[in-house]
């Protein structure tokens, strides 16, 4: 078993920032893929980025390139998602993602382990 604890959400003013940390612990394996979904009231969860192992892959969904920012720290089994420039819309229940031994991918089912998620609201 794999759990995630996700931290760093809050309330923010429209061009806000803010860092979200997740944490692994449990039976990760030394190759797996970490990835952030959300969710926003009505809508389905959707991918917003992910990152491989070794930090080289780092895909965004379209919606986020050029504001927000993906990283990892396997000393500490953490990534983190640097929010910058926050828009209303980025407004969701933002969740942690784990999949192990393979690569980064998109695919909300490809994900194995999930955590609780942490509440994003933007202010217009």
């Known amino acids: 078993q794999v759990q995630l604890v996700e931290s760093g959400g809050g309330l923010v003013q429209t061009g806000g920032s803010l860092r979200l940390a997740c944490a692994a612990s449990?039976?990760?394996?030394?190759?797996?893929?970490m990835a952030w979904f959300r969710q926003a009231p009505g809508k389905e969860r959707e991918f917003v980025a992910g990152?491989?192992?070794?930090?080289?892959?780092?895909p965004y969904t379209d919606s986020v390139k050029g504001r927000f920012t993906i990283s990892r720290d396997n000393a500490k089994n953490t990534v983190y998602l640097q929010m910058n420039r926050l828009k209303p819309e980025d407004t969701a229940v933002y969740y942690c993602?784990?999949?192990?031994?393979?690569?980064?991918?998109?695919?909300?089912?490809?994900?194995?382990?999930w955590g609780q998620g942490t509440q994003v609201t933007v202010s217009s």
């Open positions: 993602a784990v999949r192990r031994g393979s690569g980064v991918t998109i695919g909300l089912y490809t994900y194995e382990y």
């Open positions: 990152i491989d192992w070794n930090g080289s892959i780092t």
């Open positions: 449990g039976r990760t394996g030394s190759n797996y893929a």
